[in-house]
């Protein structure tokens, strides 16, 4: 199962949390990314090796029913 890695960037736009999720899928990936950091102030990047995959605010609405919106 591949390890991605999500990233929480502060006002700055810098790393300010980076935390690991293992997934099966991308969409899977996004959607525990998602959950990881719902409410949270934080703009947010989602990575795979040095691929990024996703950015997203943490603050925004989660796809519902546990759907992943296209990258």
Known sequence: MPSYRLYK????????????????????????ARAMCAGQP???????????????SCGAASPADGEAEAP
Do not use: M, S, T, Y
């Open 9 to 32: 960037l502060g006002p700055d736009g810098r790393i300010a949390v980076g935390e690991w999720l293992e997934a099966a899928d991308l969409r899977e990936a996004q959607v525990k």
């Open 42 to 56: 934080f703009d947010c990047e989602l990575w795979l090796g040095a691929e990024r995959l996703d950015a997203f």
